[in-house]
């Protein structure tokens, strides 16, 4: 697998650092994504039809 070189974190991301949220970059056909905090500890990597279901299913449950 091809290691992503453009990850993106979220405008709402939290804390005095902005680092406790996710990062995401976009693969070929899929959607990469890992922890800000500690990049190095590893990429979980997901369709990208799945990650949009996940999100969208996100924003139903939001308040």
Do not use: H, Y
């Amino acid at each position: 697998m091809t290691e992503p070189q453009n990850w993106s974190k979220s405008s709402f991301s939290g804390g005095g650092e902005g680092d406790t949220c996710v990062e995401i970059a976009l693969l070929p056909g899929r959607i990469a994504i890992r922890d800000s905090k500690a990049p190095s500890q590893g990429t979980l990597t997901i369709p990208i039809g799945s990650f949009d279901a996940l999100i969208q299913s996100l924003k139903r449950t939001t308040v």
